[in-house]
């Protein structure tokens, strides 16, 4: 049975070290727990000539060394902060420990400002703040935490926000790699047999003469234009990318963008339910926190990155302000699934409206990963149905010709 070493501590803030046999990290944590210890940091012991040895983690050095904080560290702060909260240590001893702990530069230097800040009387929030290193959901709902006495419950649910954000992340991520690759080996394959293939063959088609097949004339066109004009395929790559960057750099560009998106099929779909489960999460989450809705409502507009329904979000709070409904605002923008919107309105009729902006957010993160499937297993095969078309016609461009010759000799 595998070996994990652990570092956690007791409820009055003590650090224990230990190892434990187990058949994973879960039973660890569970067994850590039923010991009423708080897990802070688990291993895997690593076996080496029949005696087990431990893998300690050491600051990166070097060229590779990250320089920053990334987010995957500041989930883990959060969890951490919260454990520790949770068990009753105070604010400092608990910013202790994860110096304590933390093995990156960068993030010691986060926790030591952090903690610095702390010290001199400002609040936690302000602290968080203070770094730059905190986005502005983060720091109001520890902010509603602060003012409610329950920092550690909002550090949870920001843990529980960020982790459901991740997977959303990653679904999509993860289903665009394999259409990525499989577009880049296409144009890699065109490219070679354009650039190193066809022209082996354009001196022999010269020597025989006659008339070419159209097919030939229009490969061998883009193989000799490719040689010779390379250098305008390469201006028009470089186009492209100052286009790209303008577009994402240019508010009006970008807005028109985002509206285009919304409106293409199966993409717009796609597009809308992503940023309906981020908005709505977000908000629920705010409000179950103690954030007042019209703050919410400002704060999770940062939170769409589609800038066509984040306006829309924008929009609604300036109506909210002259006391209209959120719900018939966001309905008139017609960019929320109405879904989305009518269980809205049923939370703003009944007073439930955190709990069912969560519900949402679950029901559309289950709907983006069906979407995203669906899309994968049709774009697919039309990708490897482009790529397999454009070979053949390379190829039959080539022999063609040649078997045109052999009929001629015949």
Request: glycine residues 8%.
């Amino acid at each position: 049975m595998p070996a994990y070493s652990f570092k956690a501590i007791t409820p009055a803030g003590v650090s224990k070290t230990g190892t434990l046999e187990a058949a994973n990290e879960a039973f660890v944590v569970e067994s850590l727990h039923a010991q009423g210890l708080i897990p802070l940091k688990i291993q895997s012991l690593k076996a080496s000539d029949g005696a087990s040895t431990t893998t300690t983690a050491k600051p990166a050095r070097g060229l590779f060394a990250s320089k920053s904080v990334k987010q995957e560290d500041i989930m883990a702060l959060t969890q951490q902060m919260s454990s520790m909260l949770r068990a009753g240590l105070p604010l400092d001893r608990a910013l202790g420990i994860l110096l304590e702990i933390s093995d990156k530069p960068p993030v010691l230097s986060l926790v030591q400002g952090i903690q610095n800040q702390v010290r001199s009387g400002k609040r936690f929030a302000d602290a968080l703040e203070e770094s730059g290193k905190f986005n502005r959901f983060y720091i109001n709902m520890v902010r509603a935490g602060e003012a409610g006495g329950s920092i550690d419950e909002a550090l949870a649910r920001l843990v529980e926000y960020m982790a459901r954000a991740k997977e959303l992340r990653g679904t999509v991520i993860s289903a665009l790699i394999y259409p990525a690759i499989l577009a880049f080996v296409a144009v890699v394959s065109i490219f070679a047999l354009l650039t190193f293939v066809v022209p082996q063959f354009a001196q022999m088609f010269s020597d025989m003469g006659g008339e070419l097949p159209t097919i030939t004339k229009v490969v061998m066109g883009a193989a000799d234009a490719l040689r010779h004009y390379w250098w305008a395929v390469l201006g028009g790559m470089l186009l492209l990318l100052l286009t790209v960057q303008y577009i994402f750099t240019n508010e009006k560009a970008r807005t028109g963008l985002d509206r285009s998106l919304l409106r293409w099929p199966l993409v717009g779909n796609l597009i809308g339910k992503i940023e309906t489960a981020r908005f709505s999460r977000s908000l629920g989450t705010l409000l179950h926190n103690g954030v007042p809705l019209l703050g919410a409502l400002k704060i999770a507009k940062n939170t769409v990155s589609n800038r066509v329904m984040a306006a829309a979000v924008e929009e609604s709070a300036d109506s909210l302000k002259q006391g209209e409904s959120l719900t018939r605002t966001l309905l008139s923008k017609g960019v929320f699934p109405p879904y989305a919107l009518h269980m809205l309105r049923v939370g703003e009729e009944t007073g439930r409206m955190e709990e069912l902006l969560r519900e949402v957010a679950d029901i559309y993160d289950d709907e983006v990963k069906t979407s995203v499937k669906q899309m994968l297993a049709l774009l697919e095969p039309v990708l490897i149905l482009i790529m397999a078309v454009a070979i053949l016609v390379i190829i039959g461009s080539v022999l063609l010709p040649m078997i045109n010759m052999a009929d001629l000799v015949k």
